[in-house]
């Protein structure tokens, strides 16, 4: 193979490892991960229920996230989020309809998902997001497994007017 053809080939083997290496959110680099791509306006809707999260950049160390769910026009839910930097690890904070904060601290991350576990919670032990594409956004929650009482919401991005 001459180098015009190898080059270009193993650049593209190099950056495809790197994207799958597990992130700083395990420990494994010198700083936090933070799943920047969760930034925008994500909604989804399942039956009567629609879902809408906003996610925004706080600074370099925090994603700040707000969510809230209608069923038949009306607010069923809603529930303030943080992912912060906390004695080194990306943690996700929930709040929701107002309650003291959950912490649930990363335990895995690739560029395009990251899994938060808290097991000691009663439920969800485990908060995941995934992205597939541009345009699509899995937030999901478990028992602590996959297979464990496990709720998805598939969310597509949309305007952040609401």
């Known amino acids: 193979m001459s180098v015009a053809i ?10 495809a490892a790197l994207l799958e290496q597990p992130s700083s959110a395990v420990g494994s680099q010198s700083a936090p ?3 920047v791509w969760m930034t925008g306006c994500w ?5 009567a229920e629609k879902f809408h999260e906003r996610w925004t950049g706080g600074d370099d160390s925090t994603l700040l996230g707000v969510a ?3 069923k038949a026009g009306k607010l069923a839910a809603f529930e303030f989020l ?4 906390k004695d080194g690890r990306a943690v996700y904070v929930a709040q929701p309809n107002g309650a003291p904060p959950t912490e649930f601290a990363a335990t895995a991350a690739t560029p395009t998902r990251v899994v938060f576990e808290n097991p000691a919670h009663d439920f969800p ?3 995941i997001y995934e992205k597939s594409g541009a345009d699509r956004l899995t937030a999901s929650i478990d028992g602590g497994s996959e297979k464990a009482n496990r709720i998805e919401y598939l969310m597509t991005r949309a305007a ?3």
Do not use: I, N
């Open 6 to 15: 190898v080059r270009p080939l193993m650049l593209a083997v190099l950056a």
């Open 33 to 35: 991960y933070l799943p």
């Open 43 to 47: 909604s989804g809707e399942r039956g």
């Open 68 to 70: 809230h769910t209608t």
């Open 82 to 85: 943080r992912v912060v930097v």
């Open 125 to 127: 032990k485990r908060v």
């Open 160 to 162: 952040c007017d609401r």
